[in-house]
Each structure stands twice: as C-alpha cells, then as structure tokens.
C-alpha cells in the first residue's frame, strides 16, 4: 500500500516567486493535513481539508492557501515567498475528518533565496 | 489553548543505556497524547499514543510512555538504547476544541544522540 506522496521533495525559489506543492494521500483516506516545520518554530498546523472542504486552519498569513481535489490529492501554494518560509512543509492523511490516525508524508523542502 | 514542553533539545545516551525524552503538556480537557519520531529527510512516524485508555502506553521499537495526569506529563522511555534510535523525537497533543478537528499541537522536539 502506497504511503503519503508528497511532490516534489526539494524546491529552491526566489522571494517574491510562488510555489505549489502537492501531496497525494493514502489510497481512501480522505482527510488532509498540513504542516509547516522550521528550526526555529518546530511543527506547525497549517490547515486541514476533507471533502474538498478546509476544515480547520491555523495561524498563518493569507499568503499560505490550500485545496483539495474530488480525488482527495490536495496542493497548497504559498505566494509573495519571503526568506522565512523556507521550511519543510509536511502534509498528512487520514480516513476521515477529525481523527489521529495521520499518516505522514516525507515532506517537501522549501528553500527560498 | 493547548501546549507542549519538551525538556532537552538534545539528548545524548551511550549503546545499552536508559533513554528518557521528558514532554510535559497542558490542556484545559483530557488530551490525546503521541510520540513521534523523525529520521533525518523524512517525515514523522507514530512511536505510541494516549487517547485515554490503559496509562502505560507500549509502542514500537520498545518504546513506552507513560502518562501521568498529576504531573501532566507523557514522558518516553526505553530501557536499552540501539543505535538506530538516533534520530528526532517530538510530544504532541490534540487539539479537539474545533469539535472533531484533530489538530496536533507539537513539542519543539527531543534529538536523541546514541553514543557506541
């Protein structure tokens, strides 16, 4: 059975690019989150979708937006990059809304210059 | 609003020896509560969790957590080190306040250092 996909796994941009990552969950699990992790600020929600629905978000700026398809493979985009969103961003998946049974992809990391 | 503590950024244990990862938590209800574990460019994996049954939690790789309500704490042990469990482990809480919205609340996280 095939893991949580996240692509792609390393990404270097420049500020004030955007950038889309894409994160395609275990096969039935319908339920996708994502993290954002730094040296400086460890492990941080970012957002949760379900049914193509955002779900819970957390505390971070306009900048940093998500979906999530019929299919339930989801992307965030982060535009305006600046300096400190360099980080590697960490989506998970689970079968339904609102469980701990998250499985973690390996990540994508974003490096901004 | 919920949160974790992890005492020791850095952990440095020798082959054979007792790892102990501290993580102290806070909650306003009864939290759920995991240790996860993370190897250098990949990403997190379940070590154990608390989701309010037996308080001694057994886990993989013999790793066991206990929790302790008195002293809000979830602390990580392993009776004998091996060298593969170098790596980075974080305590995190559940965050249920949103209704079922499971969001994980994070430790700044524990890097185990495993000496031959």
């Known amino acids: 059975k095939a893991g949580v996909t996240q692509t792609p796994r390393y990404l270097i941009k420049t500020r004030g690019q955007q950038v889309t990552l894409s994160c395609s969950p275990i096969?039935?699990?319908?339920?996708v989150s994502w993290y954002q992790q730094t040296p400086g600020q460890g492990l941080q929600f970012l957002f949760e979708y379900f049914s193509e629905t955002q779900r819970n978000k957390g505390n971070f700026p306009g900048r940093f937006s998500g979906r999530q398809f019929s299919n339930s493979r989801s992307e965030m985009n982060v535009s305006t990059l600046e300096l400190g969103d360099s980080a590697l961003y960490l989506c998970?998946?689970?079968?339904?809304?609102?469980?701990?049974?998250?499985?973690f992809g390996s990540g994508t990391r974003l490096t901004v210059v | 609003a919920q949160s974790v503590t992890q005492l020791g950024s850095h952990v440095s244990v020798s082959e054979g020896a007792l790892v102990l990862l501290r993580c102290n938590y806070s909650s306003s209800v009864p939290p759920y509560l995991f240790w996860y574990v993370q190897y250098p460019n990949q990403g997190l994996q379940l070590l154990l969790k608390?989701?309010?049954?037996?308080?001694l939690v057994k886990g993989i790789n013999g790793f066991e957590a206990e929790f302790k309500k008195s002293e809000t704490s979830f602390h990580l042990t392993k009776p004998s080190a091996h060298m593969s469990d170098a790596a980075e482990y974080f305590c995190a809480v559940s965050d249920i306040s949103g209704g079922s919205n499971y969001k994980l609340t994070f430790g700044k996280g524990t890097l185990l250092t495993v000496n031959p």
């Open positions: 998970a998946s689970s079968l339904a809304q609102g469980t701990w049974r998250y499985t």
């Open positions: 608390y989701t309010s049954a037996a308080t």
């Open positions: 096969s039935g699990h319908r339920s």
